[in-house]
């Protein structure tokens, strides 16, 4: 079941649009240092680590602000989320989740702006007891491994009866130095914290309220690909480079009431309040001047959804979007030779703010038998204002937006069904794309660009699913046509120490196209293969220049793994992870030193998982990552993979 595609809980198999949904139990296996981590080796998914601690999933090519990030329905996204790998998802606990849901293609009416390459959203766990009587639930869970040293605990406990229910945890994970696979040590320890509370109350037989407070951590995360040399690097870029700390909280309150009659099936309202900090501590390499950052986000939502079926065959889902975020950003320079501390330019400007307003309609129709068709409009403005951003001027944008998608499913068999997706996504610029000031990896040196317009993307995609009893399988073909990107380009001007000054236009085009294919196979009583495969290529254009790759793009990749059941209260999966080698490097990709200017090489990994049950309350687990101790780099990250890595885990319930 997935909740993200149509708003609504429908089967995978019954929705038009592509769909990768990974559960708690998976998550738990996996035992991610980040939640995007889980979406390694999915369908339609790419998983890219800049630095342990951080993790970004790209989808059909496109990344960061392309793709919006949702928890629990409300956004993610916020004012300075970049369109280039960013640490936010790495916010949400992934041991605090109960599912995690990716749709893939733009997703315009239903989500609006940044649901361009797609949706990723994270499910947190409800309570669930049920019984006039009070009832307790408590879950344990416990994992170490050698590579990057890990030690994670939660701790989860859950109480209530029919009507009333309120369940929360707290996680603790701390990494040690990772081990790669040529043997060496890099620096990488940090720790991260999280805590999260949920309150589900019946208010009646058909009302509902739901409080929740989610909070995570991490006090002191280095930046790797900063701190090591990278390709084409002598020296590292810094002396010092900690997010310092980086911090996420989220308020969010939900009611649904579901109308006894009539052709109103269910209202929704959501308000939110999510605080992130993005604090920083650095300084260049041979410098004396220490810099110190402090960034903070604080967005509110308030949103409003609506559910009716005026007739047997049709559906209806509209609703409206309040949104406001407010950026505080400050930044010092210290001396470390002298003690004189100056205040400098922040790296957004101080007080800046984007809000945003929109309506949407969304209809489903059984129009034959075997035709459903959907389609949905969406409305957008935003309000984007960047105090003192241009030479002290203020700068104010309003741009605003119509956006639409259609969908088909035919069901060629009862078990086959044949789909289609044609939608215009597009994405508003943000503070992050307007007012960044400063310095910026890669020797370059960022200035305000106040006059962007925002990018465009069409999406479309054809697909099959196939569910039959012993054996289920998908496989989609899509193009996504994006217009007015914006691109960071050189100004011709560098700063007085060397730095290449640049800003961002909405200057160039890019066309991806892809394959997603997936599948598993039920043979005798005890086994079941399955498999993944993805391939994109993406090309991008400059006004007036040659077509290069598009910057990003991953190489074709996959999983191929077997499920082993036959024995009692055991559970063996060895799988393989792979990637081809990838050449086709952007000109952004070329002078990344994350990026090996030759290319990425291609890689392939030996796993196996063994997952005992005890009793039904208990599982042990043992997984042996790496297991010939291969180097290699996933494409865009900035940090070699674990090398050889034994994991040890226990999940208990009680």
């Known amino acids: 079941m997935q909740v993200t595609a149509t708003r609504d809980a429908r089967p995978v198999q019954e929705v038009a649009q592509a769909v990768t949904v990974v559960g708690a139990a998976e998550i738990l296996r996996d035992n991610p240092q980040v939640l995007a981590e889980s979406l390694r080796g999915q369908v339609g998914t790419w998983f890219q680590q800049t630095t342990p601690g951080q993790g970004t999933p790209i989808v059909r090519g496109l990344k960061g602000s392309q793709v919006l990030h949702l928890v629990d329905g409300m956004r993610l996204n916020n004012a300075f989320f970049r369109s280039a790998p960013n640490q936010y998802l790495a916010l949400v606990d992934p041991y605090a989740t109960e599912r995690l849901e990716v749709v893939r293609g733009a997703s315009p009416s239903l989500y609006g702006s940044d649901a361009m390459g797609g949706v990723v959203q994270v499910l947190t766990p409800e309570p669930g007891l049920s019984g006039s009587r009070w009832g307790m639930r408590s879950q344990a869970h416990g994992m170490a491994d ?28 701390d990494y040690g130095d990772r081990r790669t696979g040529d043997g060496r040590a890099k620096p990488t320890d940090y720790d991260a914290r999280a805590a999260d509370f949920k309150l589900l109350a019946g208010l009646g037989q058909r009302s509902q309220l739901m409080l929740s407070v989610q909070y995570a951590n991490q006090p002191e995360t280095p930046r790797i690909d900063e701190l090591v040399p990278g390709f084409g690097q002598d020296a590292p870029s810094s002396e010092l480079f900690e997010f310092r700390p980086n911090r996420r909280l989220f308020y969010h309150g939900r009611y649904r009431w579901a109308p006894a009659a009539g052709w109103l099936e269910q209202v929704e309202l959501h308000a939110a309040r999510q605080i992130i900090k993005d604090d920083r501590r650095s300084r260049d390499f041979g410098s004396a001047i220490t810099v110190n950052e402090d960034n903070k986000s604080t967005l509110d939502g308030l ?12 559906r209806l889902t509209g609703g409206a979007e309040l949104y406001r975020d407010s950026v505080d950003s400050r930044r010092l320079e210290t001396d470390r030779d002298t003690g004189v501390t100056a205040v400098v330019p922040s790296r957004f400007p101080d007080d800046s703010s984007l809000d945003s307003l929109s309506a949407y309609l969304a209809a489903d129709w059984q129009a034959a038998e075997r035709l459903s068709l959907g389609a949905g409009v969406r409305y957008s403005e935003f309000d984007i204002k960047l105090p003192g951003a241009l030479d002290g001027r203020n700068v104010r944008l309003e741009p605003d937006d119509l956006t639409g998608d259609v969908h088909a499913v035919w069901r060629w068999t009862p078990t086959v069904n044949l789909l289609a997706n044609l939608g215009r996504g597009f994405r508003a610029p943000n503070i992050f794309d307007l007012g960044t000031l400063g310095p910026r990896p890669g020797n370059r040196f960022n200035v305000a660009s106040p006059d962007l317009d925002p990018e465009t993307v069409i999406s479309a995609d054809l697909g099959i699913k196939i569910d039959r009893p012993r054996w289920q399988a998908e ?39 892809g394959v997603e294919a997936g599948g598993r196979f039920e043979f005798g009583d005890a086994f ?72 990425t090489p291609g890689w392939g990994t030996v796993n196996v998982d063994l997952a005992w049950y ?41």
């Open 614 to 654: 005890p009793s039904n309350s208990l599982e042990l687990g043992l997984r042996v990552e790496n297991l010939l101790d291969r180097r290699y780099r996933e494409h865009g990250s900035g940090i070699d993979a674990p090398g050889f890595n034994l994991a040890l885990r226990a999940n208990w319930v009680f």
């Open 303 to 314: 949103t409003l959804q609506l559910d009716a079926r005026p007739a047997e065959t049709l």
């Open 146 to 173: 050698t590579a990057d040293r890990a030690r994670i605990l939660r701790l989860q406990t859950e109480t209530g009866r029919d009507g009333f229910g309120m369940i929360g945890g707290v996680t603790w994970q």
């Open 475 to 513: 496989l989609f073909v899509f193009r996504l046509d994006y217009d007015d990107k914006i691109t960071s380009v050189l100004t011709g001007e560098t700063t007085p120490d060397g730095r290449d000054v640049v800003r961002s236009v909405n200057a160039n085009t890019a066309h991806l196209v």
């Open 528 to 599: 079941e293969l399955h498999g993944v495969l993805n391939y994109t290529r993406g090309d991008e254009r400059e006004p007036g220049g040659m077509e290069d790759p598009a910057d990003r793009v991953p190489p074709l990749n996959g999983r191929l793994g077997l499920v082993y059941t036959g024995w009692t209260d055991l559970r063996l999966e060895p799988y393989l992870l792979f990637a081809d080698d990838q050449g086709r490097l952007s000109p952004r990709d070329e002078t990344d030193p994350r990026v090996d200017p030759d290319g």
